[in-house]
């Protein structure tokens, strides 16, 4: 996206969230349209975004009353992520209090984000929410992969002489997959986590490596990462 | 003969040569000129500050030596595992002069099978002196220490050895966590034998034991220097890896009234330095492989030793000899194959103030 279309959007955002600019206006979306009616009884003010197509309701704030700074500037990221992502109907409303969302695309009903970076997730999902069913059956895929590599690693299977992973590494300690790819100097070339681990089972476990597709290869890569997630990073020390 | 090759007789007087007798011994050098010996002499650096500080206090300084956590398995003497004991055993057996006794540090076998034991005691078997054997959790798990008692006898054990009462514990006792789920005997030394297990139970001396120790120790004079062998580390340093005794305090406070008490440990292989109050705790080096430091816990007197490059076996890994001074203080060697030698003297501990920085893992 170029620097010139970004200017233009911020500048039309800017308008948008001047509290004397915004109206409210009539909408054809269906579910929304209590909204809209709703906001001129209640207190809440609409600002839309200057492709008329994405509105946010700010509850607890009047018509032409001047936002406090920090609602206005999350009214200006929240338009901006909407305008950036999608050319859909949006309707947003923030809440008096808490920093949660609700989105309505396209007249579908509201879902709940706790913040705008949550927001491409609901859009590529046509604005609906993600199941609990497909949240439950995404995280047993994705952990059945690690323990499938938690066990190769805590096993002597990958090798033949019965040592295993974890007795060098507890708790994948000293793999340090954040490193890779690096020059690694013992083998005179650059690496990857996987070929320092076929190393390692080709020599301190004298086993056959494992080819780099091989299922149980993604699985101890796929454990040796999770473990380390969020550990310390040191530059230059590994 | 000049007076420098009499200097190199004088100091040759320490050095035991093994089935050759010190005086035939010299009359063969004497013969054949003092060149092989003085060079061999000087090819041992960190043996010679040992000599040179033994010659200087008198006969109740000595030195022994240890080995610990082989975690051999059964798979003949060509394994690497098998193979690193044997180098250490050679090194030890090389040592002039001789130490007084060596401290085998437990873990001799990695599963804990007769088989294991065998072959660990068939490797050790060459070793010249006096021989202590400690239990670690990995000989004990499989069969309850059935075996290894057969093998190496009482796992509790104390002797005074020159002025220096020791006292070898079996640490590794844990509440039963097997007879509830029904485990074989393997699966319970699997368990066991995974360091950072999650449902892993942590290490203790025990209530039995401590008692034997507190009646034991009742015999000794305050002032006799005391020394703990103890396969896991008597304080508290990394729960997660059972880098842990948790009943340290208690197993402390008996030690509490000594004026010299020094703790020797395994399970840790690594280089380990630790204080509490009157006690001085030092880890031992494994032959098998280097655990790295524990992410946190470490205690603020070790100065960790570099970590080491997994493309070669023999570095991070090694054995190592205890120097008993005249005030019953030790010097500790880290006797690191393939690096420099590590040595944690007991005056150099009492001026370290603030945390060494090492290698992160």
């Given at each position: 996206?170029?620097?010139?279309?970004?200017?233009?959007?911020?500048?039309?955002l800017c308008l948008a969230t001047l509290p004397y600019a915004a109206k409210a206006e009539d909408s054809s979306v269906d579910n929304a349209s209590n909204d809209l009616r709703q906001s001129r009884e209640k207190a809440v003010q609409v600002v839309t975004a200057c492709?008329?197509?994405?509105?946010?309701?700010?509850?607890?704030?009047?018509?032409?009353?001047?936002?406090?700074?920090?609602?206005?500037?999350?009214?200006?990221?929240?338009?901006?992520?909407?305008?950036?992502?999608?050319?859909?109907?949006?309707?947003?409303?923030?809440?008096?209090?808490?920093?949660?969302?609700?989105?309505?695309?396209?007249?579908?009903?509201?879902?709940?984000?706790?913040?705008?970076?949550?927001?491409?997730?609901?859009?590529?999902?046509?604005?609906?929410?993600?199941?609990?069913?497909?949240?439950?059956?995404?995280?047993?895929?994705?952990?059945?992969?690690?323990?499938?590599?938690?066990?190769?690693?805590?096993?002597?299977?990958?090798?033949?002489?019965?040592?295993?992973?974890?007795?060098?590494?507890?708790?994948?300690?000293?793999?340090?997959?954040?490193?890779?790819?690096?020059?690694?100097?013992?083998?005179?070339?650059?690496?990857?986590?996987?070929?320092?681990?076929?190393?390692?089972?080709?020599?301190?476990?004298?086993?056959?490596?494992?080819?780099?597709?091989?299922?149980?290869?993604?699985?101890?890569?796929?454990?040796?990462?999770?473990?380390?997630?969020?550990?310390?990073?040191?530059?230059?020390?590994? | 003969?000049?007076?420098?090759?009499?200097?190199?007789?004088?100091?040759?007087?320490?050095?035991?040569?093994?089935?050759?007798?010190?005086?035939?011994?010299?009359?063969?050098?004497?013969?054949?000129?003092?060149?092989?010996?003085?060079?061999?002499?000087?090819?041992?650096?960190?043996q010679s500050m040992v000599q040179q500080v033994a010659m200087k206090s008198g006969a109740e300084e000595f030195v022994f030596a240890y080995i610990s956590d082989s975690h051999l398995l059964a798979r003949g003497k060509e394994h690497r595992f098998a193979r690193a004991?044997?180098?250490?055993?050679?090194?030890?057996?090389?040592?002039?002069?001789?130490?007084?006794?060596?401290?085998?540090?437990?873990?001799?076998?990695?599963?804990?099978?007769?088989?294991?034991?065998?072959?660990?005691?068939?490797?050790?078997?060459?070793?010249?002196?006096?021989?202590?054997?400690?239990?670690?959790?990995?000989?004990?798990?499989?069969?309850?220490?059935?075996?290894?008692?057969?093998?190496?006898?009482?796992?509790?054990?104390?002797?005074?050895?020159?002025?220096?009462?020791?006292?070898?514990?079996?640490?590794?006792?844990?509440?039963?966590?097997?007879?509830?789920?029904?485990?074989?005997?393997?699966?319970?030394?699997?368990?066991?034998?995974?360091?950072?297990?999650?449902?892993?139970?942590?290490?203790?001396?025990?209530?039995?034991?401590?008692?034997?120790?507190?009646?034991?120790?009742?015999?000794?004079?305050?002032?006799?220097?005391?020394?703990?062998?103890?396969?896991?580390?008597?304080?508290?340093?990394?729960?997660?890896?059972?880098?842990?005794?948790?009943?340290?305090?208690?197993?402390?406070?008996?030690?509490?009234?000594?004026?010299?008490?020094?703790?020797?440990?395994?399970?840790?292989?690594?280089?380990?330095?630790?204080?509490?109050?009157n006690v001085v705790f030092h880890g031992m080096l494994s032959t098998a492989w280097p655990w790295p430091y524990a992410p946190e816990g470490i205690p603020r007197l070790t100065v960790q030793m570099d970590r080491a490059d997994p493309f070669n076996q023999f570095d991070?890994?090694?054995?190592?000899?205890?120097?008993?001074?005249?005030?019953?203080?030790?010097?500790?060697?880290?006797?690191?194959?393939?690096?420099?030698?590590?040595?944690?003297?007991?005056?150099?501990?009492?001026?370290?103030?603030?945390?060494?920085?090492?290698?992160?893992?």
């Open positions: 996206m170029g620097i010139p279309y970004k200017i233009f959007l911020c500048f039309c492709d008329g197509r994405k509105k946010v309701i700010v509850e607890g704030c009047q018509e032409g009353e001047a936002m406090p700074e920090q609602k206005a500037r999350k009214v200006a990221e929240l338009l901006m992520t909407l305008m950036e992502f999608c050319e859909d109907e949006i309707i947003a409303k923030l809440p008096k209090t808490g920093m949660f969302i609700q989105l309505s695309v396209n007249g579908m009903p509201y879902v709940t984000v706790g913040d705008t970076e949550e927001i491409p997730l609901i859009l590529v999902h046509g604005g609906k929410a993600h199941t609990e069913r497909e949240k439950k059956i995404w995280a047993a895929e994705m952990n059945r992969m690690i323990t499938e590599g938690y066990a190769l690693f805590h096993s002597p299977g990958l090798g033949k002489n019965g040592i295993s992973c974890d007795m060098c590494h507890p708790d994948a300690s000293n793999t340090h997959p954040e490193t890779y790819p690096k020059y690694q100097t013992q083998m005179n070339k650059a690496v990857l986590l996987r070929d320092m681990i076929n190393w390692c089972i080709e020599n301190p476990m004298e086993g056959d490596k494992l080819a780099e597709d091989d299922q149980k290869m993604k699985a101890v890569e796929a454990y040796i990462i999770s473990a380390r997630a969020g550990k310390k990073l040191e530059p230059g020390k590994h | 003969m000049s007076t420098e090759s009499n200097g190199k007789n004088e100091r040759l007087k320490h050095i035991n040569f093994g089935g050759v007798s010190r005086r035939e011994f010299l009359k063969t050098t004497m013969k054949a000129g003092v060149v092989v010996a003085s060079s061999e002499y000087m090819l041992n650096p960190s004991l044997t180098k250490a055993v050679e090194d030890v057996n090389a040592m002039k002069p001789q130490p007084d006794f060596i401290l085998y540090g437990g873990d001799l076998a990695q599963l804990g099978l007769r088989d294991e034991f065998s072959l660990g005691k068939e490797i050790i078997a060459p070793l010249k002196p006096k021989l202590y054997m400690m239990v670690g959790e990995h000989d004990w798990y499989y069969d309850m220490g059935e075996a290894w008692k057969e093998f190496f006898g009482k796992p509790t054990c104390s002797f005074d050895h020159k002025g220096v009462h020791f006292v070898v514990l079996n640490s590794i006792l844990v509440e039963d966590y097997w007879s509830e789920k029904k485990m074989t005997p393997m699966e319970r030394m699997l368990f066991m034998a995974q360091l950072d297990n999650p449902r892993g139970r942590p290490f203790t001396v025990g209530e039995e034991q401590r008692k034997w120790l507190k009646e034991d120790l009742a015999g000794v004079g305050r002032g006799t220097p005391v020394v703990v062998f103890s396969h896991s580390p008597l304080y508290k340093y990394y729960r997660p890896w059972n880098f842990w005794t948790d009943d340290a305090e208690e197993v402390q406070a008996l030690l509490a009234p000594f004026k010299s008490v020094t703790v020797i440990h395994g399970h840790t292989h690594q280089v380990l330095t630790n204080k509490i109050k991070g890994t090694g054995w190592g000899t205890a120097a008993v001074t005249a005030r019953g203080k030790i010097d500790k060697t880290y006797n690191l194959w393939d690096r420099n030698p590590m040595v944690v003297s007991y005056e150099k501990l009492l001026t370290v103030k603030e945390q060494v920085a090492g290698p992160s893992y």
